[in-house]
């Protein structure tokens, strides 16, 4: 009895252990999800596609010519106080004295605030990690774990519909 007890805690604690990666169309309600999948072809004979530079507004979308999809707040109350892992691009914010981000959006696609329409705010995430992390290129996935909270956050660069405290952040090297 006393091994049957101890195989089912050690089989709990690796269940637990290997953390599941999220997919950012999980994030989406599915009236949104849908919407995305049925949008036509996005334009990218934007300013900033043809000069490669940061345009102001940053992910905030100025084409008023886009779906209403790519403006959406809607979230999934089911992920709220989840535990997450999820794979995207960091957008930096908020640096420590030692220089190390310990605020940033994390996207699902590189470039988002550069050569293409930025994703709606359910699609963008802030990260705060105290620990920091070292951001040397935005171009660089990372890997983000810890609590996801259906929380809207706003600056002047973007709104988010969700926010993570992160347990770990990690380059993606697979």
Known sequence: MRFLLLGIILF?????????????????????????????????????????????GGLRSTDKDLPAVMYSAQTVPEFDGR????????????????????EFFLVP???????????????????????GVDLQDIYAPLWVKGILRVQ?????????????EAQTVELITE
């Not at 309600?29 to 300013?47: N, Y």
């Not at 997450?84 to 981000?101: A, M, Q, R, S, W």
């Open 83 to 102: 535990k997450i892992l999820l794979g995207g691009y960091p957008v930096p914010l908020e640096t420590n004295d030692k220089g190390n981000f310990v």
């Open 12 to 56: 709990v604690g690796v269940a637990q252990a290997t953390l599941e990666e999220t997919d950012w169309l999980d994030l989406l309600p599915e009236s949104d999800r849908q919407a995305l999948f049925d949008m036509p072809e996005i334009k990218h004979d934007t300013p900033e596609a043809e000069s490669g530079f940061y345009v102001p």
């Open 152 to 164: 809207a956050s706003s600056n002047e660069l973007a709104d988010s519909a969700y926010t993570i």
């Open 109 to 131: 696609y590189p470039g988002a605030c550069i050569h293409v329409p930025p994703p709606p705010p359910n699609q963008i995430i802030l990260v705060r990690y105290p620990q």
